[in-house]
């Protein structure tokens, strides 16, 4: 733990997103007016001491929405990333320690899933469920699918010729008892690392989605929305968008700062290069 | 390397027919009867039995299947039911903007990202390198629509040497058009490119050889460029051959952004008005099109990597 103190992307990155969930968790603490509250008269109102961040095309304040949206964009995004972990390693570990048929047929399917764009695969399938929260958890969570199931199956193949897994055998241990005692603990790690790139991911993907007018439904406020609210008025009004966008940012370094340090973490061969 | 390219082709075969199946089965997940979408509210019930009957709709879905493969072996995508013209000519149409926009968008985004990266090795812990590295770890984090509004901003508004719909025509030259699109997507893409192409010549500079050019004689440009970053390359080419694929989805975006009338566009105008044959024929030409580019990756290792080819293996 300390020596994982001592890794200046780990403590920047993990800084950055403990921030992001206070702000989500704290919001009605943090939020002078209400989300929602419209108040037209007062529309598109630059920075100032009563509104931190502006007001947007509907009077709204920009800094409330965005806090709220926190809400709304850090759930959806670890839900996503939920679904890919939980499909991509079940799948990845079966495919990597049985081999054969099994991995042919898993490996074919998820490449037939990597040659979609992640992006075309979430619209075509955000157009097949139909936009909502539920949904875009799916739609945002299928693409994420192939990167945890290379990881894993990378590292069970890898493992599973390894001594203690051929004496589990031997004593009789079943597949079942073998991946889940032996192989997972061996993947987790691994998984850790692609989960923190994972969520980086999934709310560039919620933000790419709601700027193209397929996201989280009006009135619920997703940083993809409020993006999506403000872009039209990029030249007269652009705090809306500008906010909202670079808090995405800011969230998606954090988690790209803590996916570094600790994939330097776990394997020290390669810290020498990157520091 | 005949045998090499051969292999290749064929492993993409189930793939592109893989692609093929998702896509026709995803688009009939769509909720809605494309009959009474395509004749509008006004038709009859009598007209949408007709239209069913008469485009094959009524047959079971294993049969509707078999008459799409074959239509799409001929490559026949249908007909889009917004444009009231074969989707395929439409997207073939649109194909060469987004083609465009890919290719000098990878192209300027590698060629900074190797001299960037380069820079960074060579100057490794001291600023040019901290400078670098972190704009290209900040420019991971930036999504591709913000970079391209600001671009909007700046160029267009501010500087007005671009105009605000990149469209052709009306007094807007062919790279006017391109710059504000190409530019964002080279700033994205070039990001990861020049982390790569840092780590790639560090682990390469290390080496024995590195050492033996230097105490040669050999001037430091021939053995950076020469002897180092021929052997850093492995790495960097999986890097912009999985840029090629990804940069689709950039376009997307990116021509929303600018009003570019790619096949991006057309996508999203698409899914908008429900135009399922049209959706369904862009998504799988995107998809075979990056298969290709795989492929051709998968060639250039062979060139790269003489190893690869002997056995086959990928990476």
């Given at each position: 733990?300390?020596?994982?103190?001592?890794?200046?992307?780990?403590?920047?990155?993990?800084?950055?997103?403990?921030?992001?969930?206070?702000?989500?968790?704290?919001?009605?603490?943090?939020?002078?007016?209400?989300?929602?509250?419209?108040?037209?008269?007062?529309?598109?109102?630059?920075?100032?001491?009563?509104?931190?961040?502006?007001?947007?095309?509907?009077?709204?304040?920009?800094?409330?929405?965005?806090?709220?949206?926190?809400?709304?964009?850090?759930?959806?995004?670890?839900?996503?990333?939920?679904?890919?972990?939980?499909?991509?390693?079940?799948?990845?570990?079966?495919?990597?320690?049985?081999?054969?048929?099994?991995?042919?047929?898993?490996?074919?399917?998820?490449?037939?899933?990597?040659?979609?764009?992640?992006?075309?695969?979430?619209?075509?399938?955000?157009?097949?469920?139909?936009?909502?929260?539920?949904?875009?958890?799916?739609?945002?969570?299928?693409?994420?699918?192939?990167?945890?199931?290379?990881?894993?199956?990378?590292?069970?193949?890898?493992?599973?010729?390894?001594?203690?897994?051929?004496?589990?055998?031997?004593?009789?241990?079943?597949?079942?008892?073998?991946?889940?005692?032996?192989?997972?603990?061996?993947?987790?790690?691994?998984?850790?690392?692609?989960?923190?790139?994972?969520?980086?991911?999934?709310?560039?993907?919620?933000?790419?989605?709601?700027?193209?007018?397929?996201?989280?439904?009006?009135?619920?406020?997703?940083?993809?929305?409020?993006?999506?609210?403000?872009?039209?008025?990029?030249?007269?009004?652009?705090?809306?968008?500008?906010?909202?966008?670079?808090?995405?940012?800011?969230?998606?370094?954090?988690?790209?700062?803590?996916?570094?340090?600790?994939?330097?973490?776990?394997?020290?061969?390669?810290?020498?290069?990157?520091? | 390397?005949?045998?090499?390219?051969?292999?290749?082709?064929?492993?993409?075969?189930?793939?592109i027919i893989?692609v093929f199946i998702?896509v026709f089965?995803?688009?009939?997940?769509?909720?809605?009867?494309?009959?009474?979408?395509?004749?509008?509210?006004?038709?009859?019930?009598?007209?949408?039995?007709?239209?069913?009957?008469?485009?094959?709709?009524?047959?079971?879905?294993?049969?509707q299947f078999g008459v799409a493969f074959k239509k799409f072996i001929k490559g026949d995508l249908g007909?889009?039911?917004?444009?009231?013209?074969?989707a395929r000519?439409?997207?073939?149409?649109?194909?060469?903007?987004?083609?465009?926009?890919?290719?000098?968008?990878?192209?300027?985004?590698?060629?900074?990202?190797?001299?960037?990266?380069?820079?960074?090795?060579?100057?490794?812990?001291?600023?040019?390198?901290?400078?670098?590295?972190?704009?290209?770890?900040?420019?991971?984090?930036?999504?591709?629509?913000?970079?391209?509004?600001?671009?909007?901003?700046?160029?267009?508004?501010?500087?007005?040497?671009?105009?605000?719909?990149?469209?052709?025509?009306?007094?807007?030259?062919?790279?006017?058009?391109?710059?504000?699109?190409?530019?964002?997507?080279?700033?994205?893409?070039?990001?990861?490119?020049?982390?790569?192409?840092?780590?790639?010549?560090?682990?390469?500079?290390?080496?024995?050889?590195?050492?033996?050019?230097?105490?040669?004689?050999?001037?430091?440009?021939?053995?950076?460029?020469?002897?180092?970053?021929?052997?850093?390359?492995?790495?960097?080419?999986?890097?912009?051959?999985?840029?090629?694929?990804?940069?689709?989805?950039?376009?997307?975006?990116?021509?929303?952004?600018?009003?570019?009338?790619?096949?991006?566009?057309?996508?999203?105008?698409?899914?908008?008005?429900?135009?399922?044959p049209?959706?369904q024929g862009?998504?799988i030409v995107?998809a075979i099109?990056?298969?290709?580019?795989?492929?051709?990756?998968?060639?250039?290792?062979?060139?790269?990597?003489?190893?690869?080819?002997?056995?086959?293996?990928?990476?």
């Amino acid at each position: 733990m300390k020596s994982m103190l001592s890794n200046k992307f780990i403590v920047i990155g993990g800084t950055i997103i403990v921030l992001m969930l206070l702000i989500a968790i704290f919001a009605p603490l943090l939020t002078p007016y209400e989300y929602g509250t419209v108040n037209l008269p007062n529309k598109h109102q630059p920075p100032s001491s009563e509104h931190v961040m502006g007001t947007d095309l509907y009077g709204r304040d920009v800094w409330c929405r965005i806090v709220y949206g926190a809400r709304i964009s850090l759930y959806v995004s670890f839900s996503a990333v939920a679904i890919a972990i939980i499909f991509g390693s079940f799948f990845g570990i079966i495919a990597g320690y049985l081999k054969g048929v099994v991995d042919i047929v898993f490996s074919r399917v998820i490449d037939i899933m990597m040659a979609f764009p992640p992006l075309l695969l979430s619209l075509i399938l955000g157009a097949c469920l139909g936009t909502s929260l539920q949904n875009m958890t799916i739609y945002i969570g299928v693409p994420l699918i192939p990167m945890f199931f290379r990881v894993s199956r990378g590292v069970t193949l890898n493992i599973g010729e390894r001594t203690y897994i051929m004496a589990a055998k031997s004593i009789g241990s079943s597949r079942l008892r073998i991946m889940m005692k032996h192989i997972l603990p061996n993947v987790l790690p691994q998984i850790f690392v692609v989960l923190s790139l994972g969520m980086g991911g999934a709310i560039l993907a919620e933000a790419a989605l709601g700027f193209l007018g397929l996201g989280v439904p009006q009135p619920t406020p997703s940083w993809g929305l409020i993006v999506n609210e403000g872009k039209l008025y990029m030249f007269s009004a652009p705090w809306t968008t500008g906010f909202s966008g670079a808090f995405i940012a800011l969230t998606v370094l954090g988690f790209n700062l803590l996916g570094d340090g600790l994939r330097d973490f776990l394997d020290p061969k390669l810290k020498h290069l990157e520091s | 390397m005949k045998k090499y390219i051969l292999s290749r082709v064929l492993f993409a075969l189930p793939t592109i027919i893989g692609v093929f199946i998702v896509v026709f089965f995803v688009v009939r997940l769509i909720p809605g009867d494309p009959a009474s979408a395509m004749l509008g509210p006004k038709a009859t019930t009598a007209q949408i039995e007709q239209y069913r009957e008469h485009h094959g709709l009524n047959e079971p879905v294993y049969v509707q299947f078999g008459v799409a493969f074959k239509k799409f072996i001929k490559g026949d995508l249908g007909q889009s039911l917004s444009w009231y013209r074969p989707a395929r000519d439409v997207i073939m149409e649109r194909l060469p903007r987004s083609a465009e926009l890919a290719f000098f968008g990878v192209l300027f985004g590698t060629i900074a990202a190797l001299i960037f990266g380069v820079i960074a090795a060579v100057y490794r812990g001291r600023w040019p390198d901290l400078l670098l590295t972190s704009f290209a770890t900040l420019g991971m984090s930036l999504p591709m629509f913000y970079i391209g509004l600001w671009i909007l901003v700046i160029f267009a508004m501010k500087l007005k040497i671009i105009p605000v719909i990149s469209t052709l025509g009306g007094g807007v030259s062919y790279w006017q058009s391109l710059l504000g699109p190409v530019l964002a997507l080279a700033l994205s893409e070039s990001a990861l490119l020049t982390r790569t192409t840092r780590s790639s010549m560090l682990e390469v500079l290390n080496e024995d050889y590195i050492r033996t050019a230097r105490s040669k004689g050999l001037t430091e440009r021939i053995v950076l460029f020469k002897h180092a970053l021929g052997n850093a390359l492995i790495p960097i080419v999986t890097v912009v051959g999985y840029s090629l694929a990804t940069v689709f989805g950039g376009a997307i975006v990116l021509e929303t952004v600018f009003a570019r009338n790619g096949v991006g566009k057309l996508l999203v105008d698409a899914i908008h008005v429900r135009d399922y044959p049209l959706v369904q024929g862009t998504t799988i030409v995107i998809a075979i099109l990056i298969v290709l580019i795989n492929i051709v990756t998968d060639i250039v290792y062979g060139v790269v990597d003489p190893r690869i080819r002997v056995t086959g293996e990928e990476r």
